[in-house]
C-alpha cells in the first residue's frame, strides 16, 4: 500500500508549523508549490504582494529541501492556470494515497476544495484546519453563541486570559485591559522618526521582479521600492528592530496621519504574519518582554497585542462564522461606482492622495489611512461596498479575503449590520487636522464646510448624517451628533447637503 500523500502548501502557508506540513513525512510525501495565474490575478493585486509571495515561495522551497522534503515547485513561467490544474499536474505523475491541505483562507478557495477536488482529482482531500492562528473555528464559534453583539474588546479580554498575556496574578497588567485612550496623539513633529533598514533583493528577489514587472505591467505598484522580507529570518530581523526602535513610540503615534514618512512608528509586519513567516504569538510575547524589560510602556506593548492577540483573530472569527452570507451585506445601501482616483491618487484632498498613493506605491496604509481617511472618505461618499472591498483586496500586501473584508465591509464602511462596529466610523476634516499635518499642505480648509476651498470631508460628513437619520437617529452612539444635526436652521441644512450632492457628482 502506497502511504505517500501528496501536501499542497499555499503562498500565505509558509510555515513549518502548518498543520499540512506538520504531517508531512520528508523523502516519503510530495510537497506541491505554485505560482498559479488564478490566484495572481482574481483581483488586480499590488506588484509588492505578487512579488513577496513568490520570492517567499522560492525561498521557502530551499528550506523544505534543505530538511529534506521532495518539492514540486511550479513557476509561473509553467503557465499552470490553478491550484486544482497544479495539482492535477503532479497527480499524472505520482501515485500518492490523499492530497493534505492546511485550510485556504479564503471562502472561494475553501468551497472550491471541499466540494470538487476530490471527484475532479480522483483522489481524496482532507483539508486540515489552520491551527497558526490562536482562536479556532469552534473556539470562536463558542465564545460567540448566545450573544447578541460580537465585540472584539470582550472576546480580546478572553484572549489576553487564555494565553496569559499582560497579566499578573489573574488580573490586567496595571489594572486596565486597553490603554486605547492614551494612544491618539496626533503627529506635529514631536519625536525624530527613525529610518527603517532597507533589506536588498537577492537573486531569486531580483529575478522574482523582473517577472512580476514584465507579466503585470498594469497592477499598482512600484518594486524599485521593494523592500520586503522574504524569508523567517529577515522577518524576525524587522521585527525586532521595530520593538528596539520603534515601539517604544508606536503606542503614543499609532493613530497619527504623518506628512514625512509612510511608516511612522508602525510594526510593518502584518504582510509577515499573513503569510506564515513570523508567528502570533511570538511576536505578542516578544512585545510584552519588551515592556517588562523597560523598553517601552505598557500602552505601547498593549496596543501592539491588541492588533495582533484581539483583533487579528476576532476579525479572522468573524469571517468564518458569518460567510458566506456575509459578503452580500450592504447595509446602507451604498452603490456608487469606485472613482478613477483610487487608482491614481490624482487628487487635490492631501489626506486622501497622499494614503491612495503610498497604498499604490508600497501596497501599504498603516490602519488610521485605510479607516479613517481612505474609508471615512468612501463611506461618507456611498461607494460601491463591493469595489471598495474589492480595491482594498487588490492594493494591500496583507490583504487576504478573512482580513480585508470584515475590515472594510464591517469596520470602514459599516455596511455589516453593525456586527463589528456599533456606530460608523464617519469623520469631518476636524478628525484629519487633529490626527496629522496633512492639511498644512492641502489647498482645501479643514475650518470650512462649503464653497471652493471648503474641505470636503465637512459638507460629506453631515450629507451622511442627514442621509441616514432614521437609522442613526435610535442609535445612542449617533445621539448627541443627530440632534446637533436636526437643531441647526433648515435653510443650512439644505445648503451643506446641496453643496455635497454637487461635490460627490463632480468628484465621483
Known sequence: MNDAKLILVLADQLSTHQPALKSAVPGRDIVVMAEV???????????????????????????????????????????TPSLEAAV???????????????EPGEYRLLEQMKYFWASSLGKPV???????????????????????????????????????ILMDAGEPAGGKWNYDADNRVGWRNQVEIPSRPNISPDAITAEVIDLV???????????????????????????????????????????????????????LISMYLNAGLLEPLAVCERAERAWREGKCSLSAAEGFIRQVLGWREYIRGIYWLLMPEYKTRNTLGAARPLPNY?????????????????????????????????????????????????????????????????NTLGMALYGDNAVIASKPYAASGKYIQKQGNHCQQCRYKPTKVTGPDACPFNSLY???????????????????????????????REVIVDWADKMIEDWT
Open 37 to 79: 495565474a488564478e490566484e495572481a490575478s482574481y483581483v488586480r493585486h499590488n506588484r509588492h504582494k505578487i512579488a513577496l509571495l513568490f520570492s517567499a515561495m522560492r525561498h521557502f522551497k530551499l528550506e523544505l529541501e534543505a530538511e529534506g522534503y521532495q518539492v514540486e515547485y511550479l513557476p509561473y513561467e509553467s503557465d
Open 88 to 102: 492535477a499536474s503532479v497527480l499524472a505523475r505520482a501515485e500518492v494515497s490523499e492530497v493534505v491541505i492546511c
Open 126 to 164: 482532507r483539508l486540515l484546519e489552520d491551527d497558526r492562528f490562536l482562536a479556532s473555528h469552534n473556539d470562536f464559534a463558542d465564545w460567540a453563541k448566545g450573544k447578541k453583539q460580537l465585540r472584539m474588546e470582550f472576546f480580546y479580554r478572553k484572549m489576553r486570559e487564555r494565553y496569559q
Open 213 to 267: 514587472n514584465a507579466h503585470f505591467p498594469d497592477n499598482p505598484g512600484d518594486l524599485s521600492q521593494f523592500r520586503l522580507a522574504v524569508t523567517r529570518v529577515d522577518a524576525e530581523r524587522q521585527f525586532d528592530w521595530f520593538v528596539e526602535n520603534a515601539l517604544g513610540d508606536f503606542g503614543t503615534y499609532q493613530d497619527a496621519l504623518v506628512e514625512e514618512s509612510p511608516w511612522v512608528f508602525h510594526g
Open 342 to 406: 483610487f487608482w491614481d491618487a490624482k487628487t487635490d484632498m492631501r489626506c486622501l492622495g497622499r494614503a491612495i498613493e503610498q497604498s499604490l506605491d508600497h501596497g501599504y496604509a498603516h490602519h488610521i489611512q485605510r479607516l479613517m481617511v481612505i474609508g471615512n472618505f468612501a463611506l461618507l461618499a456611498g461607494l460601491d461596498v463591493m469595489e471598495v472591498c474589492d480595491w482594498y483586496l487588490a492594493v494591500y500586501v496583507d490583504a487576504y479575503e478573512w482580513v480585508e473584508l470584515p
Open 462 to 492: 453631515w450629507r451622511f448624517i442627514d442621509k441616514h437619520i432614521d437609522k442613526f437617529g435610535n442609535n445612542p452612539r449617533m445621539g448627541l451628533v443627530v440632534a446637533n444635526w436636526r437643531k441647526r436652521d433648515p435653510d443650512e
